[in-house]
């Protein structure tokens, strides 16, 4: 079973940083992790899940224009992992962070940014 864990939420003001991460497990023998586009979604209060920013190996990652120039995403697929760096945070930006790879979803975490 694909197991998405993610890990590095938590409170921070406005203006900080925070660097949140993605583990993937649970993956068959000789499966291709870097056949697979992976990301980062949210959901903020009173909206829908939105798209925060996906890598596909190979390719240039693919951001939210209210992150752009803010949020750097990277992927490691020898460690089967996703990074988002979030620098300049704002209260806008708070919201449950979710990794997702393929259909695959992680459980969410909780970012929050006081102004």
């Known amino acids: 079973q694909l197991r998405l864990v993610e890990s590095g939420g938590g409170l921070v003001q406005a203006g900080g940083s925070l660097r949140l991460s993605c583990a993937a497990s649970?993956?068959?023998?000789?499966?291709?992790?870097?056949?697979?586009?992976i990301g980062w979604y949210r959901q903020t209060p009173g909206k829908q899940r939105e798209l925060v920013a996906t890598?596909?190996?190979?390719?240039?990652?693919n951001y939210a224009d209210s992150v752009m120039g803010r949020f750097t995403i990277w992927r490691d697929n020898a460690k089967r992992s996703v990074t988002l760096e979030m620098n300049n945070l704002k209260p806008e930006d708070t919201g449950v962070y979710y990794c997702?790879?393929?259909?695959?979803w992680g459980k969410g975490i909780q970012v929050t940014v006081s102004s």
């Open positions: 997702r790879y393929d259909t695959y």
């Open positions: 649970g993956f068959t023998s000789g499966f291709a992790f870097d056949d697979y586009v």
């Open positions: 890598r596909r190996s190979g390719r240039d990652p």
